[in-house]
């Protein structure tokens, strides 16, 4: 598939928590190296051609990502929706380790990385030589297990629901999971069971906040 092309960005859609103008030309380098433009209205994308049109976001997730003011999305994965992912015991989605990595990561400054737990062997070497060198912008310390609440985010049903979750990784398994106490309704209000397949797409909203967008891929017939 062709690489897409970037829309105009602003640095001030980045999280304020950014601490260094090298953080921000990092953050937005690798953020533009996930992330697809929103569509052309449908009036302009029947104007153009099969290339220009064809990029792959769902209507749903481009509605709702300008509607909160976002500049541009990216698609984190697909993935079969588990029992455990829609269970009120345990009351998380889940997301495998490599995705985290290499699909949310990259677009987080250091202080997200920190607080979602995602921090790596580099993040710390880096950390200890900015102390050694007095510099500022340092990466916080790493929390373990339960003391770790995780990164705070907006999470979306393709209908438009939103809530605060968390994100953070596990310390065992090094997978990351989105928790709190709004999933279990997050959970209702996606209409999400066991065996479907989902679209998961994250973006930063008009103030910089990284919010997530997951529903099915399949359109569902819903009575309300």
Known sequence: MAPHSLLP??????SPATSSKTEILETFDLISKLSAPLP??????AAADDETKGEDM???VAKLTVDKGAALAWKV?????????VS???????????????RIRPAMTGDEIAAANLMSGDDFITSKRRRL?????????RKEGREHGGLPVIVYTRYGWGCLLYLTRWDASKASVLKGGNYREFHH???LAAGDLVEMWAFRDGHGK???IIGNKIDLDISL
């Open 77 to 85: 994965m697909e993935k079969e929706i588990y029992a455990s992912d």
């Open 88 to 102: 009120d015991q345990q009351n998380r989605f889940l997301i495998r380790k490599q995705i985290a990595e290499d």
């Open 133 to 141: 060198a007095g510099g500022a912008g340092e990466i916080g310390e």
């Open 9 to 14: 960005f602003s640095f001030s859609l980045l």
């Open 58 to 60: 769902p209507e749903w």
């Open 189 to 191: 209000r996606s209409f």
């Open 210 to 212: 990284l919010c997530f």
């Open 40 to 45: 052309l209205p449908k009036q302009a994308a």
